[in-house]
């Protein structure tokens, strides 16, 4: 397709995209008639579902060239697609000789030549054949095939090789000579009752573990993902359905392909196979895939599910679930989907092809260009992925939004936001070295760096990058933000997007004892605080032995935590405290400690000067350190739930998430039930007692357990955060702790059935409807899209034409974007006017915050939260703690200040005390225009 002229600045002009998408249609019409007519259908009305696929793939190639021409990058384009399709043999390969006749013969069980009989005779006929074994596999595949282009007059040497590899497959040394190999990979069988293979470990208390443990250290990425052989591995075991109305994994899987009025199939686990809740058009993109057309498989990706950075690998596996594969190995669809987003942004202008499609993708039948800016303006509270992905869809619709946020997001640097990005690897961290940007809610502070954080980087950029967007952090809602005051700060419309609310605590005697803490407030501590950096100084703390009490997620993802900070942490105390007892004196430094903080502390070193000769006996040995022995001699990390594993909600939704846990060394500890947490003298706790329950549900008194605990981490039982209608009560109607579900009909809020999953109808909206006004929920606040990023996203992308049928109601008269966006800046953003020293110990501040004083009322508490992005650093140590709690002491509403006075008790106090005229306190981050 001829080149379409373009530069950066148009990425983010509606009219310069319009003017776009009319050069690309216009080519198309001169190039490919037919489809160009099919393309005037297809925006006109809807093609038919035999039509549709065709279409779609057709149309996803085309793009592919114009954006090849617009960024210059046809030869790293024919690279790529050169190296995806240069591994089909080995895929041929597996298809007629291992998966047919190797296997055939795997069921006969007949005799055969050893391995190394076999593996001498394949080295030498590779030599014959002028065949390089430098890619072994990729060698004999080449083989392979050759071979069956004449099987009659090579029938021994096809007996042979179909030897070899049943023995490759079979034998210790062969599976050993072949590790790694994709083409003898074969499906398993799925036994659900056995999906997380387990073994007693050495104790008392019956805990379960694996033989094998591969120790993380630290916080980087802890999983590199596939390669792009395994990924075309994937691609070529799907079944390419969606010709045949049979791609289930993306409208989920039906009782009776010929009757959906029955609904959708039940899992082993009683749970419906919806499929992609954003019924992404899987197949078509792996048909892409396939015959090398990558950047035309994002575009497909694109299509449905804009916000891909945030899904996929390590995320959401739903298609999985529903894949047509039901009794083996289903395919690995969001390992495809991951590695299809990374080889585009591998490319050169990668962020910016990305970008580009988010604002312009002919595929879409809605949205597939951005819309002018037509005056009507939204406030998105919460800014997790149901947040993020609504105010997308807005911004497309053109809107302007404000997203607010109740914890604190950092400001992106200018330059990163306005000016092109040729390498995507300028906008990648190290996760262990990475700011903590904020945005992203639970994305961010409730996943762990098992998830690529950079793609949330990816993500907060290109919503930055929006002419009409603005966010704010430490916006609380309910106390900050109020839905009256959504219409007197000029917005048409509110959504509520504040996710789930605290788990419930146990109700156990001894719950609020030292030691106890809420399972997601410290994955939040750990990540706002910045505590998991070895330079930071915040003060989160943690002992072991470390029992987790929960079978979700949460709890897998808080247990793996826990223990990779506590090597962080026991190793950061050990550096500091031979720092201080250099500059203050052995004697000096103990006399700042009570006997009990002692006692905690002497544990900590201890425990810190046995990793630190592990480490120097490894390094001698030249092995890795045995860092798994230390732990489980420490007490470890246990997972403790009340019902067997397989009942359990991690295993149920995603089991891979418990192997992998367990292979870093977690313990697990079903059927036993939490009954008090007992505590030393100081009120710490000691232990957890619990009751152990028999698999048939019957607990007996006699069955008590002291399991040692000095850390109790609580994830249990999270729901729609409602809290809002607690703190305004008659505000919003609930059923229970949910919000009642209306939909607008001709202007008036009706009350919405009970859905029965997330792809039924359901209502968007809360029960408010004061005049015009809506509000409307989604993501986890929902009850519908509850416990999932991925249904929080597909929430946006259903409930947005909801939110604009009711905007299209509303006039705009004489709209400056300029002055509301000035006075939302003024009004959300905090800044300090002034600083006294009153005393040695305390110093106060005057900050001038217009939200944070609007609703003040005596009692209320703020919460002074430092800046990554502004902290100065001393040497290699930043100078950032935890968030500090204070009392406002005097409140000037007219003039939008709050004096407050900050106790130096603490690290967070001093650092708290530098803070000078002009420097930012509770600031959100702007939206930004290029």
């Known amino acids: 397709m001829a080149s379409v002229p373009f530069d950066f600045a148009s990425h983010y002009d509606a009219k310069a995209l319009d003017h776009f998408d009319q050069h690309f249609v216009e080519n198309l019409a001169r190039e490919d008639r037919d489809l160009y007519q099919q393309l005037l259908v297809y925006r006109a009305a809807e093609l038919s579902d035999a039509e549709l696929s065709d279409f779609l793939i057709a149309l996803a190639v ?15 384009m024919l690279a790529l697609s050169s190296s995806v399709t240069s591994n089909d043999h080995i895929f041929h390969f597996k298809k007629m000789f291992v998966a047919r006749l190797a296997k055939r013969k795997l069921s006969q069980q007949v005799a055969m030549q050893d391995f190394a009989s076999l593996d001498a005779w394949l080295d030498s006929v590779l030599t014959v054949n002028a065949i390089s074994a430098s890619d072994r596999e990729s060698a004999v595949a080449k083989l392979g095939v050759s071979l069956l282009k004449n099987p009659e007059q090579h029938a021994q040497a096809i007996e042979l090789l179909t030897d070899w590899s049943v023995q490759a497959m079979c034998t210790p040394e062969g599976r050993a000579a072949t590790a790694g190999w994709v083409s003898l990979r074969l499906p398993n069988k799925c036994d659900f009752q056995h999906l997380v293979p387990t073994q007693p470990l050495e104790g008392d208390f019956g805990i379960e573990g694996v033989a094998e443990v591969v120790h993380r250290e630290g916080f980087s990425l802890t999983d590199e993902r596939m390669s792009l052989r395994e990924i075309q591995n994937e691609v070529h075991y799907c079944v390419y359905c969606h010709d045949k109305d049979g791609d289930f994994c993306r409208t989920g899987f039906p009782v009776k392909k010929k009757q959906p009025e029955l609904g959708l199939k039940k899992d082993a686990f009683n749970q419906p196979q919806t499929g992609c809740p954003l019924e992404e058009r899987v197949s078509e993109a792996h048909l892409l895939q396939r015959d090398g057309y990558t950047l035309a498989a994002l575009v497909m990706i694109m299509r449905d599910n804009p916000m891909c950075p945030a899904t996929g690998h390590r995320i959401c596996n739903d298609c999985m679930k529903a894949c047509i594969y039901q009794k ?14 990374s080889e585009v942004l591998k490319l050169p202008w990668g962020v910016e092809i990305f970008n580009l499609l988010l604002r312009w993708n002919p595929l879409r039948h809605q949205q597939s260009v951005l819309h002018a800016y037509a005056g009507k303006k939204v406030a998105v509270m919460g800014m997790g992925p149901a947040g993020f992905s609504l105010a997308y869809h807005l911004l497309m619709e053109g809107c302007a939004v404000v997203g607010l946020d109740g914890l604190k997001i950092e400001p992106l640097p200018h330059d990163l936001v306005t000016k092109p990005i040729e390498d995507y690897n300028n906008l990648v961290e190290d996760l262990e070295k990475r700011i903590t940007w904020g945005f992203g809610g639970v994305a961010e502070y409730g996943i762990t760096v098992r998830w690529d954080k950079n793609f949330l980087t990816l993500l907060y ?82 002992s072991l032995p470390a029992v987790v009490v929960g079978g979700g997620l949460t709890a897998v ?51 810190a000067e046995e990793l630190r000769a592990e ?37 149920k939704r995603n089991h891979e998430e418990l192997i992998r846990a367990l292979g870093e060394g977690v313990g697990y500890l079903g059927h036993h039930e939490p009954l008090a947490a007992l505590c030393d003298d100081h009120g710490h706790i000691v232990a957890l007692q619990c009751r152990k329950r028999l698999p048939d549900g019957v607990t007996h008194e006699q069955n008590l357990v002291d399991l040692p605990a000095r850390s109790v981490f609580v994830a249990t039982g999270a729901k729609p955060n409602v809290a809002y209608s607690f703190e305004h009560r008659d505000t919003f109607a609930r059923q229970g702790y949910e919000y009642q579900a209306f939909q607008d009909i001709n202007g008036e809020l009706l009350v919405s059935p009970i859905a029965e999953h997330c792809k039924s109808s359901f209502g968007a909206f809360t029960s408010y409807g004061q ?10 606040t929902h009850p519908l899209f509850h416990g999932s990023v991925v249904k929080a996203i597909a929430s946006a992308k259903r409930i947005y034409p909801a939110v604009m049928s009711v905007l299209s109601q509303h006039t705009v008269e004489g709209d400056d974007y300029a002055t509301f966006a000035a006075n939302m800046q003024d009004y959300f953003a905090a800044k300090v006017l002034s600083r006294q020293v009153l005393s040695e110990r305390h110093v106060e501040l005057v ?5 944070a004083v609007c609703h003040f009322q005596p009692g209320h508490l703020y919460r002074l939260q430092p800046w990554e992005t502004r902290a100065q650093w001393l040497g290699e140590t930043c100078l950032l703690g935890e968030s500090k709690a204070l009392v406002g002491t005097k409140v000037c509403r007219d003039q939008g200040t709050v004096t407050v006075v900050v106790p130096q008790d603490s690290v967070a106090g001093r650092l708290a005390a530098l803070l000078r005229p002009g420097d930012q306190w509770l600031d959100g981050a702007n939206g930004h225009y290029v």
Not at 62 to 76: N, W
Not at 328 to 341: F, H, K, S
């Open 62 to 76: 085309s793009i592919e060239r114009t954006l090849v021409g617009v960024f210059d990058i046809e030869t790293e």
């Open 771 to 780: 005049g015009d006004k809506r509000v409307s929920f989604l993501g986890d």
């Open 461 to 542: 950029l290109s919503l930055c990058r929006f002419q009409h967007f603005q966010v704010f952090g430490a916006v609380r809602f309910g106390g900050t933000f109020q839905v009256e005051d959504a219409w007197r700060l000029g917005f048409d419309h509110l959504a509520v997007a504040v996710g789930a609310g605290l788990p419930r605590e146990l109700p156990i005697p001894g719950s609020l004892a030292v030691g106890m803490r809420q399972a997601n407030d410290f994955l939040m501590a750990l990540q706002l605080t910045g505590a998991a950096k070895r330079s930071h100084m915040a003060n989160l703390q943690v």
């Open 557 to 607: 993802d808080t247990a793996t935590e826990v223990q990779a900070y506590y090597l962080v942490q026991i190793e950061k105390v050990m550096q500091r405290v031979e720092t201080l007892k250099k500059i203050l004196g052995e004697e000096k430094f103990w006399s700042h400690f009570k006997s009990v903080d002692q006692a905690a502390l002497d544990q900590w070193l201890m425990h």
């Open 615 to 651: 480490r120097q006996l490894a390094q001698q040995l030249g092995r890795k350190p045995n860092v798994d022995a230390l732990l489980k001699r420490w007490g470890g990390v246990t997972i403790v739930y009340r019902r067997s594993m397989q009942e359990s909600p991690a295993y």
């Open 847 to 851: 900050i001038q915050s217009p939200a």
């Open 328 to 341: 083996q190995d289903p395919v690995n669809i969001p390992q495809i989907e991951t590695g299809i987003l």
